[in-house]
């Protein structure tokens, strides 16, 4: 599968930041290297480091072949992006959508209830994505992951 994995910025993506001080993805990295070693092609998207807007992130989307993009995205702070993106994923290329990184974690609900989020990985997230992955037709086999399931949002039992 090809997989786009995104790094949300600090803000909202509307305007770029204010420091150019820049850290490391390193759980993002992480995760794709167990989901590359796992077989799936993997494009990484530091939106974060890159200091992209918007626009810029869209025109990418434009050109990336992707099958799902997976969102990493650290806090509150990164909702209004999120689920910016989230939305414009799902209207524009109708690809699902999973997000991870404690934003997930502590709002899972409040993006499962968008609508634009199909899957949520809690907690730690090279197994559950690898899991994810191989189970996107049954998330229910998966430990660690939230989803939508016939209008509800369903919690598996969590990974150990």
Request: charged fraction near 25%; charge should be negative.
């Amino acid at each position: 599968m090809n997989l786009i994995l995104i790094q949300a910025p600090l803000g909202d993506g509307s305007q770029r930041a204010e420091t150019n001080q820049r850290l490391f993805p390193w759980g993002l990295a992480q995760v794709a290297r167990c989901l590359e070693d796992d077989g799936h092609q993997i494009e990484i998207l530091d939106v974060y480091g890159l200091d992209m807007i918007r626009e810029e992130i869209l025109e990418y989307l434009d050109h990336a072949n992707f099958d799902a993009a997976c969102i990493s995205a650290f806090a509150s702070i990164n909702y209004v992006f999120t689920s910016w993106l989230a939305k414009e994923i799902k209207t524009r290329y109708a690809k699902p959508v999973i997000v991870g990184g404690l934003l997930a974690d502590h709002h899972y609900d409040l993006l499962l209830s968008s609508g634009y989020v199909d899957f949520c990985v809690l907690g730690e997230g090279e197994r559950p994505s690898v899991d994810l992955m191989r189970n996107l037709h049954d998330p229910s086999k998966v430990k660690g992951v939230a989803y939508r399931r016939n209008g509800s949002i369903q919690v598996t039992e969590p990974q150990e």
